[in-house]
């Protein structure tokens, strides 16, 4: 078989309901609330008080500090570890610029585009649907307390 054909196969072959299929790793990085915050502040989703169905502002590269401003509650550690496994996945590029000091920002490839409007997506729905989703939270605990 050739190579192309084993490619082809493979690519028909990927299935996240088999345990041993690696896109089950991919879907457990890519469902990550910090992997969701980070592609939704490159793709340009980060303005403060912009309503929940409003286009995004155009993508943009941020430096470090600006994410880990944005992302209330985000430890440098897990930033940096998420930053590392999304540019190593292809999602984002990471600049250094040699300025002193070291200047490093972050910015979507064009995978990570495709992907900032599927996670885009999913923000939008958490926000909007927050309110009824506490109140069944509520209705359901009232029930089982």
């Not at 890519?30 to 912009?50: E, Y």
Request: hydrophobic share 40%; glycine share 6%; proline share 5%.
């Amino acid at each position: 078989m050739k190579a192309a054909q084993k490619r082809a196969q493979a690519k028909v072959e990927y299935n996240a309901f088999l345990a041993e299929c690696p896109s089950r790793q991919l879907l457990d990085r890519i469902s990550d609330k910090w992997v969701v915050l980070i592609l939704c502040a490159l793709g340009g989703d980060n303005s403060p008080g912009r309503p929940v169905a409003a286009p995004a502002d155009a993508p943009k590269a941020m430096r470090y500090s600006e994410l880990a401003r944005l992302l209330a509650g985000v430890s440098q550690k897990m930033l940096t570890q998420t930053l590392r496994s999304l540019e190593r996945d292809g999602v984002v590029t990471r600049t250094v610029t040699p300025t002193v000091p070291v200047t490093v920002s972050y910015e979507l490839t064009d995978l990570g585009l495709s992907l900032h409007h599927m996670t885009r997506g999913l923000r939008s729905w958490a926000q909007t649907h927050m309110a009824e989703v506490l109140a069944n939270r509520g209705n359901y605990d009232s029930r089982t307390s």
